[in-house]
């Protein structure tokens, strides 16, 4: 490739707000036909809040999310920011927990005035050999609408769901129909329920979904795709997804995401939104045409 040229297209870029690190991600974008989207924080606003808290029975709703947001208090996740805002917001004081851990992709861990409190998915609870199995119905009844479910866990009893969504972008589906339009396929990539994924996925006109991923194998979906002698571009704004960002043949770094994922991708996407994408996929033909 000319230098030239491509000094021009990474020029072109920084004005659309598509900033390219790297050269080859610049000459590889146009032959991209699948893009993998993380769901939270890229498709949609990165923003969740609490909609709704079923306790089980023997629990109050306060006290339920009081101890819940404590252990939270102690993780970054948007998960937790988003129950201890609805901690703060019905006026409880939170304690702070002691012993706290945070296995990546499933939950939190602590103890919260003398209680064993875990808080995450139905499977990392039942993992550390809690039933759920009382509210699952209703867990399923929220996802079927899009929200995420959490579980709670105090001393060794699943004392309630607190039910958690997050708008999607309302640029998504637009972007989502131009990029098929072009011959992209859009596959939504994320470490939550299927139920849920699916839901949100239907909302935004997505077709392929793959849920219920960990964060360590969110690189071998990239992987998997690109055996398949797909292209593959990666999409993404969490720690969690600097592995399949660095895996994929383009990454794509959300500009209001981690420095991590920044580093990890050629390419960073200013908007934060698909329609970056449709940029950066424009800008690679014309810079690659001017070539041939
Ligand atoms: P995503 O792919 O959407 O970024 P993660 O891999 O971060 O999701 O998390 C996957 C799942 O693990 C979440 O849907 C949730 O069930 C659970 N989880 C992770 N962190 C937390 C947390 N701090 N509090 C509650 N649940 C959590
Ligand atoms: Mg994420």
Redesign the pocket.
Known sequence: ATPMSIMVGVGRGAGLGVLIKNAEALERMEKVDTVVV???GTLTEGKPSVTQIVTAAGFEQDDLLRLVAGV?RA?E?P??TAIVNAATDAGLTISAATDFD?PV????IGSVDQRKVR???AS?LTGEGLDPSALTAQADRLRADGA?V?FAGVDGQVAGIIAIADQVKGTTPAAVVALRAEGVEVVML????RLTAEAVARRLGIDRVEAE???DHKADVVKRLRSEGRVVAMAGD?V?DAPALAAADVGLAMGSGTDVAIESAGITLLGGDLTGILRARKLSEATMSNIR
């Open positions: 993380d769901k939270t939270e993780s996740h998960l937790a945070a992709g499933k939950g939190v808080v995450g998915s990392f995420t959490i994320t470490g939550d329920d991923v960990m964060p969490g969690n």
